[in-house]
Each structure stands twice: as C-alpha cells, then as structure tokens.
C-alpha cells in the first residue's frame, strides 16, 4: 500500500511538473525581452527592451502612431545605459540609465528622447519636464522587412530596427 502511494505520488509530481512546463511554453511572451550592449570607444552601453514582431500589422503610423512618444519596444519602456559621458547626435548625454523613447515622424526625421525617469511602464507616464536629452535623427529604409524589433550596437552608435524603418543613432 504504501509503495503505491509513493508510486501515485511520483506520477501526480511527474505530471504537474510536466503541465507547468507545457504552460510555460505556451505563453511565450509575444513580446520577449532582450538585451543589446557593446563598446562605443571606452563607453560601455547596454540597451534593454521587448521586442514585438510585426505581425501583417500596420506599424509606422498603425500600431505606432506619428509625433506621439513611443517607448520604442513594448511593455516596459526601452532602457539605455551608459557607463561613461557619451555625445549623442552631437549633444552631451552624461553617464547613467535613462528610459528611451521615439517620436516617429512620417517625414523621416524623428525625435530620439533620453529621459531621466528609467523604470517606466510605456510611455503613459512619460513627462517631458524629465528628459535629459532630445535630438533628431533621420530614419533609413531597410533592404527587407525586420519582423522582430531589434537594437544593435556598432562603432558608431546603434540603430533600432523594426519593420522597414532603420533609426540610427550617432554616438561619440
């Protein structure tokens, strides 16, 4: 009797684990995180973010309306970190964790936005009173479609790529 109950137990034990696993993996964010980081000369910079896919949607102007503060990714607002004093498109942005915003602009020149404020759900809270830095940026048409939003770092600053915009952002 009681090897059976020890057996009962085992295979109820077994099955649980097995039915939290399966659940998990079946609510996959639909936005995952990830994370982009890299040097810029001696500065360290580490970009934080989710990344939604396109979807067959509608995103510049869409999902993502024109000259409205965009957290440039999904759930939580996009963090940027730098561990040194970096100019951004020429303006000086010093060293620290900043929550990232965008303003698109259907004319291609859109506004990149540091605010001071890093932990933020979207862009809901956003006050611009907070921002450390703005500076305008042009966008660039990819080749081919980027399904997944994706930063990357490069020697010259990073770029954020979604859909068929590129928006590079020079860092010295």
Same mark, same amino acid.
């Given at each position: 009797?009681? &090897?059976?109950?020890? &057996?009962?137990?085992?295979?109820?034990?077994?099955? =649980?684990?097995?039915?939290?696993?399966?659940?998990?993996?079946?609510?996959?964010?639909? /936005?995952?995180?990830? @994370?982009?980081?890299?040097?810029?000369?001696?500065? @360290?910079? @580490?970009i934080?973010?989710?990344?939604? /896919?396109?979807?067959?949607?509608?995103?510049?102007?869409? *999902?993502?309306?024109?000259?409205?503060? +965009?957290?440039?990714?999904a759930?939580?607002? =996009?963090?940027?970190?730098?561990?040194?004093?970096? &100019?951004?498109?020429?303006?000086? !942005? $010093?060293?620290?964790?900043?929550?990232?915003? *965008?303003? $698109?602009?259907? /004319?291609?020149?859109?506004?990149? #936005?540091?605010?001071?404020?890093?932990?933020? +759900?979207?862009?809901?809270?956003?006050?611009?009173?907070?921002?450390? *830095?703005?500076?305008?940026?042009?966008?660039?048409?990819?080749?081919?479609?980027?399904?997944? !939003?994706?930063?990357?770092?490069?020697?010259?600053?990073?770029?954020?790529? +979604?859909?068929?915009?590129?928006? $590079?952002?020079? #860092?010295?």
């Open positions: 009797m009681k &090897t059976m109950i020890k &057996t009962v137990a085992v295979v109820f034990a077994t099955m =649980t684990m097995s039915a939290n696993a399966f659940a998990q993996e079946a609510k996959k964010s639909a /936005s995952p995180p990830a @994370t982009a980081t890299g040097k810029i000369k001696d500065a @360290t910079i @580490t934080n973010y989710n990344s939604p /896919s396109v979807k067959g949607r509608t995103i510049w102007g869409g *999902l993502e309306a024109y000259n409205k503060v +965009w957290r440039a990714g759930n939580d607002a =996009t963090t940027f970190e730098t561990d040194k004093d970096i &100019t951004v498109q020429g303006k000086k !942005l $010093p060293a620290g964790k900043y929550s990232f915003f *965008l303003i $698109p602009k259907e /004319s291609g020149t859109w506004t990149a #936005i540091f605010n001071k404020e890093a932990k933020q +759900w979207g862009a809901y809270k956003y006050e611009e009173s907070k921002d450390a *830095l703005r500076v305008d940026v042009k966008t660039k048409a990819l080749q081919t479609k980027q399904e997944t !939003l994706v930063y990357k770092i490069n020697s010259n600053g990073f770029t954020m790529d +979604w859909d068929k915009i590129s928006v $590079p952002v020079e #860092i010295k």
